[in-house]
């Protein structure tokens, strides 16, 4: 288990990584925290996935300026790292989408992989667990560690305004105003 950290202006916000129960994901997020993906990031969505009284996630990532242009200063490059093709599922791993999960996104527009991009849930969302929903494919996200310490700091932002500028239309009202720079990302 590797504890790793993403330093905001407002605090920390601290993971556990679980590599016994999701090897092949925990090693792919740890990489890039290793080779400094994650540091000038932005913490970019708050979304309740179309639920309307659910609970919020948050995603961040390098593909905030593809994604939510208004996240990025013009001059920030576009970061496209690989994805990862084969990840343990829910069922695989026995991790399940519960308050403080990180897990990967997923290329749902494209391949189906997962990627660099990644989400902390402020509560609970079943749904996202392998079975629950069907799109690209029904093995849901790939859930990697647990959040420690910062979910305070998370909630905070998920109550901020939504009306970033995205070119996503499945996105729309999701990009926060103000997304949330990671200064650096590091295991501890």
């Known amino acids: 288990m590797a504890c790793v950290v993403l330093q905001l202006q407002e605090g920390e916000v601290v993971v556990e ?32 996935l179309g639920v309307a009284e659910g609970p919020r996630l948050l995603q961040g990532g390098p593909l905030a300026s593809v994604l939510a242009p208004s996240a990025e200063p013009a001059a920030a490059p576009v970061v496209e790292p690989p994805a990862i093709e084969l990840f343990e599922t829910t069922e695989e791993s026995g991790l399940r989408h519960l308050t403080g999960t990180l897990s990967l996104a997923r290329d749902l527009l494209g391949t189906g992989d997962a990627i660099a991009e990644w989400f902390i849930c402020l ?50 009202g999701e990009i926060l105003s103000e997304p949330i720079p990671i200064l650096r990302a590091f295991v501890r």
Request: aromatic content about 8%.
């Open 17 to 48: 990584v679980l590599e016994d129960a999701a090897p092949r994901a925990a090693g792919f997020f740890l990489d890039h925290v290793e080779k400094g993906t994650y540091d000038g990031c932005r913490i970019y969505r708050s979304t309740q």
């Open 123 to 172: 509560g609970a969302f079943p749904q996202l667990d392998a079975g629950g929903r069907s799109e690209p494919d029904a093995r849901g996200f790939p859930a990697l560690g647990h959040t420690t310490a910062g979910l305070d700091i998370l909630g905070a932002f998920a109550r901020r305004p939504t009306d970033g500028r995205t070119p996503v239309d499945r996105l729309r």
